[in-house]
């Protein structure tokens, strides 16, 4: 199916506010929410659209990669998408999403009842997303790269399997609710008999219970682990571009499923260069022969090195264009720039001979300013050994 565009389907401007999206996006919700329609997939898929569109666009991160990039950059690529697989948004964590929210305050609850929770529908709790950042250099950015890195997270825990009951025990269907997780409560209204279905407090709308806890877990069924991840950047990415990798954050209590790790790029200082966009720049000095007689020389480069022609006449500061030698874009298709800044350096110390010949060249240039004089220069050169 053709994915519709985020602003699309929310009816809002694509300058639209944080509240402008909020507001859009409950009006849709409230309209297409499943405990409104029961049973319509339809409204099921509408519902999931909105959310999906909420999601990125709420997100102000996420917004700017959408904004830049569309549909492809949250789901192509590795880069700034949700995973491998794309943004696969399942009908439980569009509710779980929306709940979170909207859950309490504009009276959703006291509408439909705890219905519309993730509890029901959603199993088992959910882990908490985990964020961390990693530096790369600019070669590293330049030919993209793949790094494994070391994640602490709460991980399952290996005696119990993540179930958080002691070995040789078992979950137990919860007695009070018999393992539905929901308790329906009827009271007395001047409209009449009202029946609200709430989560069980004794499971925790879970259906089961623990008869033992685990000792080593006390039952939550994770503990502190630690998990080597591989991540892909792709070349051209730059601070504060995050790669997210799903199901690698903290796992869920008893069972339940991980949340998501967003690796974040944090570019390192680099001893040569200085990034301005996709160009880089680079400062290179030249003695003063090479700026006066010009020179063939070799500059660093990301990935190797530059033959740079310094014109005879060359004044100090003048910058220097090299093609495609910046860094990629991220879009995949072509390069930034290199800009070498070069500095013509005088000489501090001279020697007795080199200040014999800059004398020689001071009366020169008195009588007849800078006219080639190649042998001369050539000699100078070869004095300062450059
Ligand atoms: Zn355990
Ligand atoms: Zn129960």
Redesign the pocket.
């Known amino acids: 199916m053709e994915k519709r565009d985020y602003y699309d389907v929310l009816d809002i401007s694509r300058d639209a506010g944080d509240d402008d999206i909020k507001k859009a996006y409950r009006q849709k919700a409230l309209k297409y929410h499943p405990d409104k329609n029961p049973g319509d997939k339809t409204a099921e898929e509408k519902f999931k659209e909105a959310t999906e569109a909420y999601e990125v666009l709420k997100d102000a991160q996420k917004r700017q990669v959408y904004d830049q990039y569309g549909h492809q950059g949250l789901s192509g690529g590795g880069f700034g998408g949700f995973g491998a697989g794309g943004f696969g948004f399942d009908l439980s964590d569009a509710l779980r999403a929306f709940m979170q929210d909207f859950g309490g305050g504009f009276g959703f609850e006291s509408m439909f009842g705890d219905s519309g929770s993730s509890r029901r529908r959603g199993g088992p709790q959910k882990g908490r997303d985990l964020q961390i950042r990693l530096e790369l250099t600019l070669e590293e950015i330049t030919g993209g790269v793949e790094k494994t890195i070391s994640v602490k997270r709460l991980v399952a825990c290996d005696t119990c399997s993540g179930n958080g009951c002691e070995s040789g025990t078992n979950l137990k269907t ?1 007695p ?2 018999n393992g539905s ?1 929901q308790q329906q409560t009827v009271s007395r209204t001047i409209l009449g008999q009202m029946m609200r279905v709430t989560s ?1 407090p ?2 925790n709308g879970t ?1 089961q219970i623990i008869e033992k806890p685990c000792l080593d877990c006390a039952g939550n069924g994770r503990v502190r682990g630690k998990t080597k991840i591989k991540v892909k950047f792709p070349a051209g990415v730059s601070s504060g571009n995050y790669i997210p990798v799903r199901n690698s954050g903290d796992v869920g209590p008893r069972g339940g499923p991980a949340g998501d790790l967003m690796v974040v790029v944090e570019e390192k200082d680099h001893p040569n260069f200085t990034r301005h966009g996709d160009d880089i720049v680079c400062e290179q000095a030249i003695s003063f022969s090479q700026a006066a007689l010009g020179d063939q020389i070799e500059v660093p480069a990301l990935d190797g090195r530059i033959d740079l022609k310094i014109p005879a006449g060359t004044q100090s500061g003048k910058i220097f264009r090299s093609r495609g030698k910046g860094i990629p874009h991220l879009n995949g298709y072509g390069r930034g720039d290199e800009l070498i800044r070069v500095l013509v350096i005088t000489p501090n110390k001279l020697t007795t001979e080199e200040k014999e010949l800059f004398g020689q060249l001071a009366k020169h240039q008195k009588h007849r300013p800078l006219r080639a004089d190649k042998s001369f220069f050539e000699k100078l050169r070869e004095t300062l050994g450059v």
């Open positions: 919860c009070r609710c997780g069980c004794y499971c259906g």
